[in-house]
C-alpha cells in the first residue's frame, strides 16, 4: 500500500521558468493538502483540494500559483516564473476525508524546489 | 496572532529521560490534533492524533490535550537519541491543518 508520492523529490528551476510539482495521494484518500517549508520554519499551509475542486486556496499567492486535482491522475500545483523566494520545500498530505472530522493526513516525501 | 505556537527549543535531554513538548492553540473550534516528527532533511511523519480530552498513549508516545485550556503536549518516555528530530504540533482550523513552527528535540547520550 504505497504512501503519498510526490515527484520530482528534487528541481532546480531558473528565474522565469515554471514549476509543475505532482502529488499521487495514498489509496482511498480523494483530500489533498500542499504545503510549503522554508528552511529553520514551520509548514504554512497552501491549498485544500478535493478530486476537481479546490476547496481552500487561502494559502496561495495571488500570483503565478495555482493547483489542480483532476478526476484522472495527480495533484499538481504549479509556479509560473519563478523567483528566488519560490525556493523551499512543497509538501502534499492527503487524508481520506476532511480532517476536522478526526481523521488523519500522512505527507509525501516532498519535493525541493531550488530556483537559480 | 499566531494560531497554533510551540516553543522553539532546543529542548536537550539525557538518554533515558522523558521528554516533554508543549504547544498550545487559540481556536477554540479546533477538534483534532496531531503530533507530528520531521528529522532534518526529511517529511513529517504522523506519531499520535488526539480528538478528546485527556490522555492517549501509544508505546513511548503519551498525547494530553486539554480543550479548556487549549493546551497539547506530548511525553516521550525513556528519550533515544533516535528521538532527536523536530516535533510538530498541528491542529484542524476548519478544513485544513495549522502547524507550529516546531519545537527541535536534542536527545544526548
Known amino acids: ?116 | 496572532q499566531k494560531e497554533v505556537e510551540q516553543n522553539s527549543g532546543p529542548l536537550s535531554v539525557p538518554e533515558g529521560a522523558i521528554a516533554s513538548l508543549n504547544c498550545t492553540y487559540s481556536d477554540r473550534g479546533s477538534q483534532s490534533f496531531f503530533w507530528y516528527r520531521q528529522y532534518s532533511g526529511k517529511s513529517p511523519e504522523l506519531i499520535m492524533s488526539i480528538y478528546s480530552n485527556g490522555d492517549k498513549e501509544d508505546g513511548r508516545f503519551t498525547a494530553q490535550l486539554n480543550k479548556a485550556s487549549q493546551y497539547v503536549s506530548l511525553l516521550i518516555r525513556d528519550s533515544q537519541p533516535s528521538d532527536s528530530a523536530t516535533y510538530l504540533c498541528a491542529g484542524t482550523n476548519t478544513d485544513k491543518l495549522i502547524f507550529g513552527t516546531g519545537t527541535r528535540l536534542q536527545v544526548f547520550p
Open chain 1, 1 to 116: 500500500n504505497a504512501g503519498v508520492m510526490q515527484n520530482p523529490r528534487h528541481l532546480v528551476r531558473r528565474r522565469g521558468q515554471e514549476a509543475r510539482l505532482r502529488c499521487s495521494p495514498m489509496k482511498g484518500h480523494s483530500h489533498v493538502y500542499w504545503y510549503r517549508q522554508l528552511p529553520e520554519e514551520g509548514l504554512k499551509f497552501m491549498v485544500y483540494l478535493q478530486k476537481e475542486n479546490i476547496i481552500d486556496e487561502s494559502g496561495m499567492p495571488k500570483e503565478r500559483f495555482s493547483a489542480e486535482f483532476p478526476k484522472e491522475g495527480p495533484s499538481i500545483l504549479r509556479i509560473q516564473q519563478v523567483v528566488r523566494g519560490d525556493s523551499a520545500a512543497y509538501f502534499c498530505a492527503s487524508s481520506q476525508t476532511v480532517v476536522y472530522m478526526n481523521t488523519e493526513a500522512f505527507f509525501g516525501q516532498g519535493t525541493r524546489l531550488t530556483v537559480v
